[in-house]
């Protein structure tokens, strides 16, 4: 008997399908953090951001001295120097060895700069990631908020597709009565195929919206894909942020936008790397430790041994290096010249993210202002457009009027369903994309 239960029970899970029992809904906040997580551009992003810190940990590094020992072992055979200093007919072997360090001390302000240049390009490395996300985050929103209006044009069909079925019984109950005559009924029957048919793709245009919102999140599969569905009514919509695009809110969102951040990190980024060309004009100046001993031995020959001579032959040197740079083909100058016009690349750079910016703002400002009037515009239509379709279901309901002008005004109705729809979501976005210019995070 249980085994009997086991395999109904595997059965009936066949049938229902993974994607019905892993069925997931996804809010918009989890849709944007995944997606942020598996785009390859914010990875490789990642990956730059990860270089420049190591680039920054190199630059701090630069000032501690570096450290390296040495070992040399030369056979010699015939002709050589000999122990005396004089040349000699022998075989022998020299084992050298040593260790040295090398410490800056002065280098022109060129370890400063640097440090400062490679951490102004970590910051900006870190907000071209930020911005990245930000790009990320409005396509996904969109992406969102289409899939909320289709399902809502999903909705508004099969709502169609209801009323016209109770419709199709109500003509067949009137054309019985002899009130409406044979021809009212095929009207309702083609007028109900048709809305059958406006389900269906509206039901293939929701799968579509899914899949452009999965491939955004780069998933896999969408089978058991699904998106929450907030009550429209409760989403917070400021109105106040397309009442007025003010000098100040502009400004605020040049401080706060990663892309004007990271233009600005790297215009500070390229004053230190001109700095850095500079240093090549002043003298550097090194302290230097050197410790080297060495062990000859003649073959064939009595040798001192070999602690004795390592004892007898140690060489220590301590001393200050100052290397003056004099004339250097003018490559010093040239380098100066090329780190000014990168200089200038960057301010100009900064000029354009900041206009692009405005621009994204200015055209933000207008489609919230156009959207939040369709909106109310398309709120209005759809009030008159139920009070129609009421008159003329009562007047059909009565037999003074025929199928066709009701399904006219069924048309309208819907048409103001959708309209209405569109313009809720559109206004949702634009307001949202508003708020988010000035630092606000989206959320539904």
């Given at each position: ?424 979501y559109e206004y949702i976005f634009r307001t949202k994309l508003l708020d988010y210019y000035n630092g606000t995070a989206i959320t539904l």
């Amino acid at each position: 008997m249980k085994k009997g239960l086991t395999i109904v029970a595997v059965l009936l899970m066949g049938l229902i399908g993974p994607s019905a029992i892993a069925q997931e809904s996804w809010s918009l906040a989890k849709c944007i953090e995944y997606a942020k997580q598996q785009n390859l551009d914010v990875k490789r992003r990642t990956n730059d951001m990860k270089s420049a810190e190591v680039n920054l940990n190199t630059a701090k590094n630069s000032r501690l001295p570096n450290l390296g020992a040495n070992v040399n072992q030369n056979l010699t055979f015939g002709r050589s120097l000999g122990s005396e200093n004089t040349y000699l007919n022998q075989n022998s072997a020299t084992t050298s060895f040593g260790i040295s360090a090398n410490a800056p001390i002065y280098q022109g302000n060129y370890i400063n700069s640097r440090m400062k240049y490679t951490d102004w390009s970590l910051k900006a490395a870190v907000e071209d990631i930020n911005q990245m996300g930000d790009d990320i985050t409005i396509q996904v929103t969109l992406a969102y908020l289409q899939v909320l209006y289709n399902k809502e044009l999903v909705k508004v069909a099969q709502e169609n597709v209801d009323q016209g079925k109770l419709q199709l019984k109500k003509t067949e109950e009137l054309v019985t009565g002899g009130r409406l005559p044979k021809s009212e009924q095929y009207e309702s029957k083609a007028q109900l195929a048709k809305e059958e048919y406006a389900l269906t793709k509206a039901q293939g245009d929701l799968k579509i919206a899914l899949l452009a919102l999965g491939q955004l999140m780069e998933l896999q599969s969408i089978d058991s894909f699904d998106v929450e569905v907030p009550a429209t009514d409760k989403v917070a919509i400021n109105s106040d942020a397309v009442l007025a695009l003010s000098s100040g809110s502009i400004e605020k969102a040049y401080t706060i936008r990663p892309a004007v951040k990271a233009a600005e990190y790297r215009l500070q980024a390229g004053e230190e790397y001109i700095n850095m060309a500079k240093a090549a004009y002043y003298p550097s100046l090194s302290a230097i430790a050197q410790y080297g001993n060495s062990y000859y031995n003649v073959f064939d020959m009595p040798n001192a041994s070999f602690a004795t001579q390592v004892k007898n032959q140690g060489q220590k040197v301590v001393g200050l290096q100052l290397n003056i740079p004099i004339f250097s083909r003018f490559e010093n100058r040239n380098n100066i010249s090329l780190a000014r016009i990168e200089q200038e690349q960057r301010k100009l750079a900064l000029s354009d993210a900041k206009k692009t910016l405005f621009k994204e703002m200015q055209q933000a400002y207008y489609n919230a202002m156009t959207a939040q009037q369709s909106f109310l515009s398309a709120k209005q239509a759809l009030e008159a457009s139920t009070v129609a379709y009421q008159y003329a279901q009562e007047k059909f309901g009565a037999g003074r009027s025929t199928t066709f002008e009701l399904n006219e005004t069924k048309k309208r109705l819907a048409t103001s369903q959708s309209e209405l729809a569109q313009a809720r979501y559109e206004y949702i976005f634009r307001t949202k994309l508003l708020d988010y210019y000035n630092g606000t995070a989206i959320t539904l």
